[in-house]
């Protein structure tokens, strides 16, 4: 059931009967200048076998929304779109899960969307035709990876990572390998991620915790190696590219400042909250993970190691390991 948070921006139905119904939260947040690009192509989906729903989730923004005649979007498909303004900003992060939560368990996909980027047509399409063939009755988290384009989205400027280790929640606890623009999960995935939000809830990154909540809790999670999206590059983004080397070193210097511990702190506080919902091997995990860290030098080491606890590059193991031993972990 959808809260009366939303109000209807959009809609237009045909007769046709659809059985699957997908819902795609857009968390919005002073995006007027590339609003209209990621929205019509969210609309030019491939909808033979599906339903459409779209839910924009304003963060407060301290502009207004576009209006329908501003946006001059292509409207001749099966369409709703609902709109919501928050009273105050949540984050981005705090924006996607509580628009999860309010939009209700009808729908039997999800997906999350930035507001400046740009879908190619069959990407929800391939990703619905993946998590389907894998399970119809566990939790499927399905994601992948990206292309950079410029400002434009005219230039294309390269891809992200490749990452070829297969995802798990020994590598979910340490690192996310999906941006939650390409994240699409079925109903059971959203219903526990909804299950693990607790009052005072706090995490590091939408994506990163729906990676950890879904592979933790014994779930399926499936990296796609093929790009479905044009993740545009401009000076608002935020979260950019994570292959240039500038990045690298970027990641370098805030492992060195604690940020990396920061954040491990944060997930590992809300694993903690949710111990429950993990199975019992990933909960020894975590528990070990928990006891290594306040460990000695050489004994930490070895008690990390141990756990099988792993990023998917070589760089970012080497990074992993300087983290380790500067009690940076």
């Known amino acids: 059931m959808i ?25 919005y947040y002073n995006g007027s200048e590339f609003i209209k690009d990621q929205l019509q192509s969210i609309i030019n989906q ?35 779109i609902f709109y919501r303004k928050s009273n105050y900003n ?13 939009i209700g368990s009808e729908y039997d996909y999800y997906c999350f969307s930035d507001q400046d980027d740009v879908w190619l047509s069959n990407k929800l399409e391939k990703a619905i035709r993946s998590i389907e063939k894998l399970s119809t009755k566990k ?32 590598n979910a606890i340490i690192q996310n390998i999906c941006g939650g623009n390409t994240m699409v999960f079925n109903n059971h995935a959203r219903n526990i991620i909804v299950k693990s939000i ?26 796609d190696k093929l790009p479905f999206i044009k993740y545009r590059q401009h000076g608002n983004n935020i979260l950019g ?25 944060i997930n590992l506080e809300a694993l903690n909250k949710n111990r429950i919902l ?3 091997e990933n909960q020894l995990i975590l528990s070990k993970l928990n006891e290594c860290r306040k ?35």
């Open 46 to 80: 491939k909808q033979e076998t599906f339903d459409l729903t779209i839910f924009i989730s304003d963060d407060n923004s301290q502009e207004s929304f576009p209006s329908l005649e501003n946006l001059n979007i292509d409207q001749n498909i099966d369409l709703e």
């Open 90 to 102: 949540l984050g981005y992060a705090k924006n996607f899960i509580s628009s999860l939560n309010l």
């Open 3 to 27: 809260s009366d948070n939303w109000k209807l921006f959009i809609q237009r139905k045909s007769n046709s009967i659809k059985t699957t119904k997908v819902a795609c939260i857009l968390a």
């Open 295 to 329: 460990h000695s030098l050489l004994r930490r080491i070895i008690s990390f190691y141990s756990l099988g606890i792993h990023r998917q590059t070589n760089f970012g193991n080497l990074a992993l390991l300087i983290a380790i031993i500067l009690k940076r972990l």
């Open 278 to 280: 993990l199975t019992k």
């Open 241 to 265: 590219a994570n292959n240039f080397q500038r990045a690298k070193l970027s990641r370098i210097i805030s492992l060195l400042a604690g940020n990396f511990r920061i954040w491990n702190n």
């Open 139 to 170: 939790p499927v988290l399905y994601g992948g990876r990206t292309t950079y384009y410029d400002a434009e989205c005219s230039r294309k400027l390269g891809y992200s990572l490749l990452f070829k280790k297969k995802p798990s929640f020994r």
């Open 198 to 223: 607790t009052n005072n809830f706090e995490i590091v990154s939408h994506d990163w915790w729906c990676y950890q909540i879904i592979s933790g809790s014994g779930g399926i999670v499936y990296y």
